[in-house]
Every structure is written in structure tokens, then in C-alpha cells.
């Protein structure tokens, strides 16, 4: 069954590294979904969430 996309929004993967939380590129969610994907088995914090109103301090919530 192929899945339909619910709504037109973008996504923003945000990462925690060294220097702190920085955002990624504004994709719609299958690309976000498979960057998570690719995270998810490395050494990485990370969070999706939808774009763009998103700050590092909503990220500690």
C-alpha cells in the first residue's frame, strides 16, 4: 500500500553535536523520516519537527 502524504509541510531534523543543536534543511517529511532513519543508529541526538517556527529552546521542552 503506498502511503499518502497528509499535508504539505516541511520538516526540519535538528542534531546535537559538540557545538550544540543545529538545524538541517527544511525537507518535506518522507526526507526527514529517512535522515532520522540514517541517525538513528549513530552516536547523535537528534529531533524532527515541523518547520519553521522551531527554536533550540523548544527543542529542550
Do not use: N
Amino acid at each position: 500500500m503506498e502511503r499518502q502524504k497528509v499535508d504539505g509541510r516541511k520538516y526540519v531534523v535538528w542534531i546535537k553535536g559538540r557545538d550544540g543543536w543545529r538545524p538541517g534543511k527544511a525537507v518535506d517529511r518522507d526526507r526527514a523520516e529517512a535522515l532520522v532513519q540514517r541517525l538513528s543508529g549513530g552516536p547523535w541526538s537528534y529531533r524532527m519537527v515541523p518547520a519553521p517556527r522551531t527554536t533550540v529552546e523548544d527543542l529542550a521542552e
